[in-house]
């Protein structure tokens, strides 16, 4: 399994394509067609692919300060988190989570939601 870090606005097309693909199939009519984002476009993704290069995961990441009480407060939003359906229950959703963590780590970020 390997796990990239991609910015949207530097995604080509075979990828969006193939993130456009996954989407529709694990949020099936939910998820609009001809898009790559529900609501928010990401600022930036993890993906996974598998053995043969195959997208199998993505997370969307929103970057946003919030005020909170007053207090401003680092928030990375986690956006449209899937894995394909034929192999879920694998720990991809896991594995992209902890790439999550592990980038959050030494960074000014205050909460993951």
Do not use: T, W
């Not at 694990?26 to 790559?36: G, L, S, V, Y």
């Not at 996974?48 to 919030?66: C, S």
């Not at 401003?72 to 986690?78: A, D, E, S, T, Y």
């Not at 899937?82 to 000014?108: K, V, Y």
């Amino acid at each position: 399994m390997k796990i990239d870090m991609v910015f949207d606005y530097e995604m080509g097309n075979d990828l969006a394509s193939n993130i456009q693909e996954l989407l529709s199939e694990c949020f099936q009519e939910d998820f609009p067609k001809n898009r790559i984002y529900f609501k928010q476009l990401p600022h930036f993704r993890f993906v996974a692919f598998n053995e043969k290069n195959q997208l199998v995961g993505q997370v969307g990441i929103d970057f946003r300060v919030m005020n909170l009480n007053g207090n401003h407060i680092r928030v990375l939003g986690l956006i449209d988190l899937c894995a394909a359906q034929n192999i879920r229950s694998q720990g991809i959703g896991s594995m992209l989570l902890l790439e999550i963590e592990q980038f959050c780590s030494n960074r000014n970020i205050d909460v993951i939601c």
